[in-house]
């Protein structure tokens, strides 16, 4: 069964490539975080670098909603900046071997 934050088609724009080193206090691989569909494709399309705004254009809801899904997964993940969610989803793909 594949990680829960296994997005596969997470891309980290190539100018934040070294940017993605994993902060220590970032939750550890072992655990289970588990994100909602809903949760998982903007994770996915924030990591491939759109803007709430683009997203909601691309899901058709309100870049409001995308903000108030934002917070949650922040907060299931306990970071506050996109980059760390990249870095999370990176090192999850990592984690399961997910390359898309």
């Given at each position: ?95 399961t071997g997910s390359r898309d």
């Amino acid at each position: 069964m594949a990680h829960p934050l296994a997005l596969r088609s997470a891309a980290l724009p190539p100018q934040l490539m070294d940017r993605a080193a994993v902060p220590h206090d970032l939750p550890a691989p072992e655990c289970a975080i588990h994100l909602s569909h809903r949760e998982e494709e903007i994770a996915r399309l924030t990591v491939q670098g759109f803007s709430n705004k683009e997203i909601g254009q691309r899901l058709r809801i309100s870049h409001w909603t995308v903000a108030t899904h934002l917070r949650r997964i922040f907060t299931k993940l306990e970071i506050t900046r996109r980059i760390e969610l990249c870095a999370v989803v990176l090192a999850a793909d990592g984690r399961t071997g997910s390359r898309d």
